[in-house]
C-alpha cells in the first residue's frame, strides 16, 4: 500500500512539473512571437490629398521601401481629402486600434497643437511633414515629435535666381513692356500657409536684390490645384495678355497647369521668342519634363525618394528611442524640433 502510495505521489509530481514547464514554454513561445511580430513597425501616413502630385510620388517611394524591407515596416495611408474632421476620425481610430508611428500631413496646420497633444497621450512619436506649422513651438512641446521638411525659404530663393538668371541672360526675350518692370503672377498655394509665405515672399525679395523692380500683376490662392490654376491663368492671360512677363508658383502642380493655359494660346511651346518664364517648386517628373523640353523655366527640386527614406530613417529611430537623426547626414535645425532637405536647381533650356 504504502508503495502504491510513493508511486501516485511521483506520478502526480510529473504530471505537475510537465505541465508547469510547457506552460513555461508556450508563455515564452508567444512572448517571443508577439516580440517578433512587433519588431515590424507599423507605419500610419495621414495626408490632407494623398492625390497632390508631390504625394502621389511620395507614397510610391513609401511602398518602395516597404517592399525593400518587407519584415520591418507596414505603411497604412489615409487621404482626408482637404477635410480636417475625416483626419481626427482616422487619427482616433488608429491612436485607440495600436500604431508604432505616425506621419502627419495636416489639413488645417493651425490644429497642430491639438493634434500634437493628443498623440502625446499615447506616447507615440509623429513626424509632422510637407505642411509646415507657422511655429514649431507645438512640436517642441513634445519629446517624440518632430518635422521633416524642405526649406521653404531657399525654395523661394532658388525660384529668385532662376528667375533672376533668366531675366539677365535673356532680359530681350522676356522684357515686353519696356518699362524697366518685371510684371508677374504669383499663384498661391494657401493663404495662411508658412510653405507658400516663405516661397512668395523669398522669391520676390531675391529678385528685387539683384536691382530688378517688380509689380505683382495678380496673386491668385489655387490650393496647390493644377486644374484650378490652368483655368484661372486662362482666364488672367485673358485680362492681362502681354503684360505678364513671369510666373511664379508656389509649386510645380500650378505651374503645369499654368503652363498649359499658355500653351492654349500659342506660348511656351518650343518657340524662345513666344515664352513667359515660369517656376515652380518640387521638382515632379512631369514638372521636370516641361522644363527639358522648354516650356517651363525652372523649378527648386526636391527628390521624393531622399525625403521618404529621410522620414523612414528618422521615424525609426524615434521608434527605438534613440537620436532622430543618428546614420542620416542630417542636423536639426536652429528650433532643435525640424530636419531640413535642401532643395537643388533645376532648370532647361527655354530660351535655346
Known sequence: MKILKKILAITAITIIFSTVLRSIFLNNTAIAE?????????????????????LIFLRK?????????????????????????????????????????ILLDMVNVNDIGDLINKISKYEIPVIVFNREPLTMDAIKSYKRALYVGTDSKQAGTLQGKIITDAWNNHKDLIYKNKDNVLQYIMLIGERLNKTSIDRSAYSISTIQQAGIKTEELASPVLNW???????????????LGSKVEAIISNDDSMAIGATKALQKYGYNTGNKFKVIPIVGVDGVPEAKELISKGFMLGSP???????????????????????????????????????????EEYTGPMFQ
Open 225 to 239: 490645384d493644377r486644374e484650378t490654376a490652368q483655368n484661372t491663368v486662362d482666364a488672367l492671360f485673358l485680362r
Open 34 to 54: 508577439d516580440s517578433k511580430q512587433r519588431t515590424t513597425i507599423r507605419v500610419g501616413l495621414f495626408s490632407a490629398d494623398l492625390n497632390d502630385d508631390y
Open 61 to 101: 517611394n513609401f511602398e518602395d521601401i516597404q517592399n525593400q524591407h518587407p519584415n520591418e515596416v507596414i505603411f497604412t495611408f489615409y487621404d482626408a481629402k482637404f477635410n480636417q474632421s475625416t483626419q481626427n476620425a482616422e487619427l482616433d481610430t488608429k491612436l485607440n486600434e495600436g500604431i508604432d508611428l
Open 301 to 343: 527640386v526636391q527628390d521624393t525618394s531622399v525625403m521618404a527614406n529621410a522620414i523612414y530613417t528618422i521615424g525609426s529611430n524615434l521608434v527605438h528611442g534613440i537620436n532622430p537623426i543618428e546614420g542620416t547626414p542630417y542636423k536639426l535645425d536652429e528650433s532643435g524640433a525640424a530636419v531640413r532637405i535642401p532643395y
